[in-house]
C-alpha cells in the first residue's frame, strides 16, 4: 500500500505569509493527490485535485504542485480563516490520507 | 446542488454493530462516475478511509476494518449504509459519508456534515 507522509507536522504563521506544506508518498503516484482543508465541527473541504487543479471556489492563494512522489500545498498570503489542518490524499491504489498539517496564526 | 446527511445513533454499545446511512438529495447515487464512501476522524488523529460503494453494490473496504465492515448501496431511496461490527472505544469519532468523484481523479468532493459516534456502555 502506498502511505503519505506530511511535513511540517503543524506551523505557525502571520497573516499574509507565505505558506508551503509538503506531502510525500511511498511510492510514486502520477498526479492522483488532492489536498483538504479541514476546520472543527466542519466537514473537510476540497482544495486542490490531480496534484495543481484548484476545485471550483477555492480561492487562488491555495495552489498545488508535484508529481510522482513530493507535492506541495501553497498559500500564498495566510488568511485568518485558513487556519485549519491540511491533509494530502492520493487516490493511486487503496486511499490514504497523510496524517496533517496544522496551521494556525503565530 | 447534490447533498449528502449521515443518520443513525450516536451512541453504540461495545463489542455491537455501528449502523449508519447516508441520505444523498440533489442528485442521483446511480450516476456511473462516482463511488459512495465513507470516511472517519478518530480524535486526536487523522482522517481514515474507511471504504466505498459503486451504484451496482461492488464495494471496496480499506484493509484494516475489512474484517468488520459492511456498506451497502439502496437505489431506490438514494441512500448507503455502513454496518461496522465488534466495535469498541477505539471507534469514537466523527464519521464522514462523502462522494468520491471519478471526474475530479476520484477525490471526495462532495461532504455530509458528519455525525458523532460514540462506543461506551
Redesign the interface.
Known amino acids: ?1 502506498v502511505q503519505m507522509t506530511q511535513s511540517p507536522s503543524s506551523l505557525s504563521a502571520s497573516v499574509g505569509d507565505r505558506v508551503t506544506i509538503t506531502c510525500r508518498a511511498s511510492q510514486t503516484i502520477n ?4 489536498w ?1 482543508q ?1 476546520k472543527p465541527g ?5 482544495l486542490i ?2 496534484a495543481s ?1 484548484l ?1 471550483s471556489g477555492v480561492p487562488s492563494r491555495f495552489s498545488g504542485s508535484g508529481s510522482g512522489t513530493e507535492f506541495t500545498l501553497t498559500i500564498s498570503s495566510l488568511q485568518p480563516e485558513d487556519c485549519a ?1 491540511y ?1 494530502c ?1 492520493h ?1 493511486y491504489s ?7 498539517t496544522k496551521v494556525h496564526l503565530k | 446542488q447534490v447533498q449528502l446527511q449521515e443518520s443513525g445513533p450516536g451512541l453504540v454499545t461495545p463489542s455491537q454493530t455501528l449502523s449508519l446511512t447516508c441520505s444523498v438529495s440533489g442528485g442521483s447515487l446511480s450516476s456511473g462516475v462516482y463511488y459512495w464512501s465513507w470516511i472517519r476522524h478518530l480524535p486526536g488523529k487523522g482522517l481514515e478511509w474507511i471504504g466505498y460503494t459503486y451504484y451496482s453494490g461492488s464495494t471496496f473496504y480499506s484493509p484494516s476494518l475489512k474484517r468488520r465492515l459492511t456498506i451497502s448501496v439502496d437505489t431506490s431511496n438514494n441512500q448507503f449504509s455502513l454496518k461496522l461490527s465488534s466495535v469498541t472505544a477505539a471507534d469514537t469519532g466523527v464519521y464522514y459519508c462523502a462522494r468520491r468523484n471519478g471526474e475530479v481523479t476520484d477525490a471526495f468532493d462532495i461532504w455530509g456534515r458528519g455525525t458523532m459516534v460514540t462506543v461506551s456502555s
Do not use: E, R
Open positions: 500500500d498526479i492522483y493527490l488532492n483538504y479541514h466542519k466537514a473537510p473541504k476540497l485535485h490531480a487543479s476545485q489542518t491533509y490524499q487516490s487503496t486511499l490514504a490520507f497523510g496524517p496533517g
